[in-house]
């Protein structure tokens, strides 16, 4: 099977719509309501776009957006450029590009002015861009540096931060094939983020209520926002299908020529978890939580 990072993305929106914490949700919607006809929104980390299509679809926004997406990956950005005009179409939204190389996506009822920026997070904050009305960091803070990153990043918002999908340090693969493989392997999965290159914090879910205070943000709501992909009948839905398929590659690329670990026991492990799911037999969690703030 190939495997590209953007096609990762696409397939795990589903899975997201049913982890965003729903209780953190409606506060946020609640300040969309009270934010007036316009606002500026800032997404640090934004992959191709899904997270804008997402709040589009829900229809969360208010009438004028002016929305920031910046990600690192050249190849994220590119894709998102074509991705999000197709979107744009088969939601009834018309997009143009305006004088200043922005996508405009609009209809009756909503206008969004997208700027599409590729640069590493840090390298964007230290250009004192303007401030936003809302900074969302989806699936994104326990990539960085935590917590020394964590005020320069809520530095982009004078309002609010809604911050999504932080990983907690617990990832689950039921049914169990023996427990101890599964225990040791899945550590040292973990232990593997920390030597990402960018650093990480696999417990930023919990670490993040202190961190969040120590960085004088005021938490208006919290909660879990988990991952939770199973079988229904014997199938998964298409995409998710793909996503479960891009975990156990994720976990393959980090732990493949690991010296801590036998190749031939964690490649018959990887034979068995592929084999459920193409059964229908595997069910994924992993617990995240989600953040909304006042920065």
Same mark, same amino acid.
Request: aromatic letters at 12%; glycine letters at 6%; a negative charge.
């Given at each position: ?17 049913? &982890?965003?914490?729903?209780?953190? *949700? ?10 007036? #006809? ?16 997402? *709040? ?8 004028? $957006?002016?929305?920031? *997406? ?20 088969? &939601? ?26 590729? @640069? ?8 004192? #861009?303007?401030? &936003? ?29 809604? *911050?999504?999908?932080?990983?907690? =340090? ?8 023996? #427990? ?19 650093? =990480? ?19 208006? &709501? @919290?909660?879990?926002?988990?991952? $939770?992909?199973?079988?229904?009948? =014997? ?44 059964? =229908? ?15």
């Amino acid at each position: 099977m190939e495997f590209k990072f953007s096609d990762y993305l696409l397939a795990k929106q589903s899975v997201d719509d049913r &982890a965003l914490n729903k209780d953190v *949700l409606s506060i946020l919607q609640t300040y969309f309501d009270m934010a007036g #006809p316009s606002l500026s929104i800032i997404e640090a980390g934004g992959g191709i776009g899904t997270m804008l299509a997402r *709040l589009l679809r829900w229809n969360m926004l208010p009438p004028h $957006v002016g929305y920031t *997406l910046v990600d690192s990956m050249p190849e994220n950005i590119a894709y998102a450029k074509t991705w999000l005009p197709q979107w744009a179409a088969s &939601a009834g939204l018309q997009t143009e590009t305006t004088p200043a190389n922005e996508l405009r996506l609009f209809d009756a009822k909503h206008e969004v002015y997208l700027r599409l920026i590729c @640069a590493d997070i840090f390298d964007f904050i230290a250009r004192r #861009p303007p401030q &936003a009305d809302l900074l969302i960091a989806h699936a994104f803070l326990d990539l960085l540096p935590l917590p020394n990153g964590l005020p320069d990043l809520l530095s982009l918002s004078h309002r609010m931060a809604w *911050l999504t999908l932080n990983f907690d =340090g617990v990832t689950i693969l039921e049914p169990i094939l023996n #427990p101890l493989t599964d225990e040791y392997i899945i550590r040292l999965y973990h232990r593997s983020m920390y030597e990402r290159p960018g650093g =990480g914090d696999i417990q930023s879910g919990r670490h993040l209520f202190s961190y969040l205070l120590e960085s004088d943000a005021s938490i208006l &709501a @919290a909660g879990a926002s988990d991952w $939770v992909v199973y079988p229904r009948n =014997g199938k998964y839905q298409p995409e998710e299908y793909y996503f479960l398929h891009c975990i156990l590659h994720f976990i393959e690329e980090s732990l493949s020529g690991n010296r801590r670990l036998d190749p031939q026991a964690f490649k018959d492990w990887l034979t068995v978890r592929r084999s459920q799911i193409e059964r =229908g037999k595997l069910t994924y969690i992993a617990h995240q939580m989600d953040f909304l703030v006042i920065v």
